[in-house]
Antibody, heavy 120, light 107 residues
Framework: QVQLVESGGGLVKPGGSLRLSCAASGFTFSDYYMSWIRQAPGKGLEWVSYISSSSIYTNYADSVKGRFTISRDNAKNSLYLQMNSLRGEDTAVYYC?????????????WGQGTLVSVSS | DIQMTQSPSTLSASVGDRVTITCRASQSISSWLAWYQQRPGKAPNLLIYKASSLESGVPSRFSGSGSGTEFTLTISSLQPDDFATYYCQQYNSYSRTFGQGTKVEIK
């Protein structure tokens, strides 16, 4: 069955960096767009970034553009999110999610999330 | 970006009630809308896609309708497992956006 397992979250100081990883299994990873979505404590869902199946296309929310970089390694069935210049408002649970069909659409599988806390 | 607005923000209901949640888009999104359920401490779970298509494995008491800018999620007979927060999400544009959520509470 489809599994998405995030890792790499933790406590980081403002201005610091963190790299999140998502290990995928149970489907042909290289066939699907993948996304990162976050949820601040007690708040709603915010789409952060997506990457196309072959890494040709990426897109970012305005709130993270220029600071976050999404990437993937299809040989390792892994998705990544490099987060630089972190701010307090980046504190959230970060979910890795599989796009349902060929293209950025809806999300049919989600990981359990990894918590990123930005605080001095 | 396309803004998504859900109403109500909170809904109190009893087991067996029929419940309806509304989601409005700031511009037409055709039928490119999904609904998710999120229980506390868990990841969201896909319920409905393309406005009215039921995801495999989701109980038939969940249904979706609408097109253009106005959409609804209906739970025909609320069950104990259904007390959760529900989100709509548009995928008409590549910058996907979610509604702010509707929390369904026990009355």
């Amino acid at each position: 069955q489809v599994q998405l397992v995030e890792s790499g979250g933790g406590l980081v100081k403002p201005g610091g960096s963190l790299r999140l990883s998502c290990a995928a299994s149970g489907f042909t990873f290289s066939d699907y767009y993948m996304s990162w979505i976050r949820q601040a404590p007690g708040k709603g869902l915010e789409w952060v970034s997506y990457i196309s199946s072959s890494s040709i296309y990426t897109n970012y929310a305005d709130s993270v553009k220029g600071r976050f970089t999404i990437s993937r390694d299809n040989a390792k069935n892994s998705l990544y999110l490099q987060m630089n210049s972190l701010r307090g408002e980046d504190t959230a649970v970060y979910y890795c999610a599989k796009d349902a069909i060929g293209g950025p659409h809806y999300f049919d599988y989600w990981g359990q999330g990894t918590l990123v806390s930005v605080s001095s | 970006d396309i803004q998504m607005t859900q109403s109500p923000s909170t809904l109190s209901a009893s087991v067996g009630d029929r419940v309806t949640i509304t989601c409005r888009a700031s511009q037409s999104i055709s039928s490119w809308l999904a609904w998710y359920q999120q229980r506390p401490g868990k990841a969201p779970n896909l319920l409905i896609y393309k406005a009215s298509s039921l995801e495999s494995g989701v109980p038939s008491r969940f249904s979706g309708s609408g097109s253009g800018t106005e959409f609804t999620l209906t739970i025909s007979s609320l069950q104990p497992d259904d007390f959760a927060t529900y989100y709509c999400q548009q995928y008409n544009s590549y910058s996907r956006t979610f509604g702010q959520g509707t929390k369904v509470e026990i009355k």
